[in-house]
């Protein structure tokens, strides 16, 4: 398994810990990608879930590489599943 399927695996197991309910997996609209879509009945939440997965912080912290566009991607994204579903 791949370092970027491994940590999208540890990603879901741990939102299921925290009582969300699994909706989808590498979701994508329009070349736009989102990596994990959750959702919450109780409090009428959808989460998108972008996962960054590292062995090191040689190219920095996960979360520096979600930049500006990868973030209107997953907005695009999040945007089409609301659309189709």
């Known amino acids: 398994m ?4 491994t940590g999208e695996a540890i990603a879901k197991k ?3 810990s925290l ?3 699994f909706v989808a997996e590498n979701y994508r609209y329009n070349r736009a990608e989102t990596d994990l879509i959750f959702k919450d009945e109780n409090k ?3 989460v998108f879930i972008e ?3 590292r062995r090191t912080k040689t190219y920095g912290e996960p979360e520096e590489s979600v930049t500006e566009k990868k973030q209107e991607q ?3 994204s999040a945007e ?3 659309m189709t579903h």
């Open 44 to 46: 009428k939440l959808l």
């Open 14 to 16: 741990y939102f299921e």
């Open 80 to 82: 089409g599943f609301l």
């Open 2 to 5: 791949s370092l970027g399927k």
């Open 74 to 76: 997953i907005i695009k």
């Open 51 to 53: 996962v960054k997965t």
């Open 19 to 21: 009582g969300y309910e």
